[in-house]
């Protein structure tokens, strides 16, 4: 059963719906009874390969559809991500990538790295930052990705501030964390 279907994934595209039933996939009989049935469906995408025009049968309200989804590159997962430590704020931080984003109902317009790790005595863990913040902005630079977020921490330890206001998002709520780095 399709529980969920990303904007502008192939399924998407294709037209798969929340709710469906996918009784076939490239010609293959799906038979997933129980959750771990699961990763012989998951085998047979990654088998057919990015680029391949698969053919997908769903029950779709007691119907059966018949689809076509050109499979692509499977995107990034936490798993896989990129991370970037910075000795600056003493943060471990990580891509926003799509799975994280599902499973913290964030929309794509939501831009910015997530705190993977906060070192302990750390000018961040003085300031209560913690894993699981979304860093938005520092100071006035938005972040909109590792890269980003980088150059930003570059631009403070050349400038070497006494206090870096930082923009960030947890949960639902936004808001400042006030961090006072320590410049040896």
Do not use: C
């Amino acid at each position: 059963i399709v529980s969920t279907v990303v904007p502008g994934s192939p399924a998407h595209i294709a037209g798969l719906q929340e709710g469906d039933v996918i009784i076939s996939f490239n010609d293959n009989p799906i038979r997933a009874k129980q959750d771990r049935d699961v990763m012989g469906f998951t085998q047979l995408v990654r088998a057919a390969g990015p680029g391949k025009a698969a053919p997908v049968r769903v029950l779709r309200k007691g119907q059966e559809v018949n689809l076509t989804v050109t499979l692509a590159e499977r995107p990034r997962t936490s798993e896989d991500a990129e991370e970037f430590t910075d000795d600056v704020f003493g943060l471990t931080v990580r891509e926003l990538t799509r799975d994280v984003r599902i499973r913290l109902n964030l929309s794509e317009d939501v831009q910015g790295v997530i705190v993977r790790t906060v070192k302990s005595g750390s000018t961040a863990q003085v300031g209560k930052m913690q894993p699981g913040v979304i860093v938005l902005a520092i100071g006035e630079v938005p972040i909109r990705n590792l890269e980003e977020y980088k150059a930003a921490i570059a631009k403070v330890q050349e400038q070497k501030p006494t206090e870096v206001a930082v923009f960030a998002r947890l949960g639902s709520e936004t808001g400042f964390f006030r961090l006072e780095p320590v410049w040896k």
